[in-house]
């Protein structure tokens, strides 16, 4: 994995990677090798802090597209309360809403990510901290998802769902089978 | 990625030597930490923001995770803002006022040191929708501005309403409070004990 210079190691990086690189370097006015050694600082200062880079790199990907596709923070509690105020006279507009919402976020997902269905998980489980499980199994020329949650109420349910149908749309996949119940989403859409 | 060629740099022996430790601790290659590190430098530039800023993002995130937040599309926010507002006025205000409580509550049981700037300093990194969210503060007294064109009036209302639960919460008591459509000014000063 690494070679060995004087004081210093030679790592491999994805020639991908290497424009935007040379990119900083040329910004900040420093040597590629200095953005490396950099990165590789806020590495250990990132786990000292008990994170992996990993994790932090989804999160950052997924919070940009939210903020992209126009996502606010919004107490749980108020947007619940907004939704059971709205829902009695204005359920059909809210589902529309939902439902175009997810389309742009699908459309997103596939302009943006190689790849789009792995970037959905992990937008809804990085993003959804309301749901306590996500499954999306992909199979040949189907996906399966399923949504668990203990705390969305009947109408954040299916609003979600609504949502998740329209990313599918979004994502050019269409869906097959819709069931829904307080806490509880299972989709599955064809290509 | 999209390719699996690669190309190799020279970087000093110590940094590579530790973070090599750390990737064989979490279960990754280094070759696959360094890039995931690259590729979150890379869009971080893009936005503007060091990766350093990046990771101190992440840590606000989880932050307003913990305090119960969820994401929904703006223009979603002020309509069904709207729609609640009108149909019931005292009882929205009341539900944003004690969603304001709760939360100041939340960083307050969180520990020591100063909570109150901890929250709003989360609260400006993620008010997306509000460029200019500005809080000062001088001894007791604070001042606190929030401006924003895309507020709707209900939605400036219950925003106001939110941040004076978090005022409460923290046991200030507001002394000058101006709203209008988009635009929040107040100033409030700490209830003495």
């Not at chain 2, 106001?160 to 000058?176: K, P, Q």
Request: hydrophobic share 40%; charged share 30%.
């Amino acid at each position: 994995m690494t070679k060995r210079t004087k004081g210093k190691k030679l790592v491999y990086i994805s020639e991908n990677l290497i424009d935007g690189v040379a990119k900083i370097s040329r910004t900040r006015g420093e040597s590629i090798g200095k953005v490396i050694e950099d990165s590789l600082k806020e590495a250990i200062l990132v786990s000292q802090d008990g994170y992996d880079v990993k994790q932090v790199s989804d999160y950052f990907k997924v919070m940009q597209a939210h903020r992209v596709l126009g996502g606010v923070f919004v107490p749980s509690g108020v947007l619940d309360s907004l939704i059971e105020a709205v829902y009695p006279n204005g359920r059909e507009q809210l589902i529309t809403r939902f439902f175009e919402s997810g389309r742009w976020h699908g459309k997103y997902l596939k302009e943006r990510f190689e790849k789009p269905i792995e970037a959905f998980k992990s937008f809804l489980e990085l993003s959804r901290w309301d749901l306590n499980e996500v499954e999306v199994k992909e199979q040949a020329n189907s996906i399966k998802v399923r949504c668990v949650s203990t705390v969305l109420t009947r109408e954040g349910t299916e609003l979600l769902a609504k949502f998740i149908e329209g990313i599918m749309d979004g994502l050019s996949h269409k869906t097959t089978k819709a069931d829904f119940m307080k806490g509880l989403i299972v989709l599955e859409s064809e290509f | 990625m999209k390719s699996g060629r690669r190309k190799m740099l020279a970087a000093r022996e110590d940094l590579v030597d530790k973070a090599s430790k750390i990737a064989k601790s979490k279960g990754f290659t280094l070759f696959g930490m360094i890039n995931n590190l690259l590729e979150l430098s890379i869009s971080a530039e893009i936005m503007g923001i060091t990766l350093e800023e990046a990771v101190d993002n992440y840590s606000t995130i989880r932050a307003i995770k913990n305090a119960s937040f969820t994401l929904v599309l703006e223009s979603l926010l002020y309509d069904t803002a709207d729609i609640a507002y009108q149909r019931a006025k005292e009882k929205s205000l009341k539900t944003w006022f004690e969603a304001g409580v709760w939360v100041g509550k939340h960083y307050i049981s969180k520990g020591t040191g100063d909570q109150f700037a901890t929250l709003i300093n989360d609260l400006k990194a993620f008010s997306w929708n509000a460029p200019d969210f500005i809080l000062e503060m001088r001894g007791t007294e604070i001042s606190l501005r929030v401006l924003s064109p895309r507020f709707s009036d209900s939605y400036t209302l219950l925003l106001n309403r939110f941040l004076e639960g978090i005022l409460e919460a923290f046991a200030y008591a507001v002394t000058f409070s101006e709203v209008g459509k988009g635009t929040i000014r107040m100033e409030a000063v700490k209830k003495e004990a």
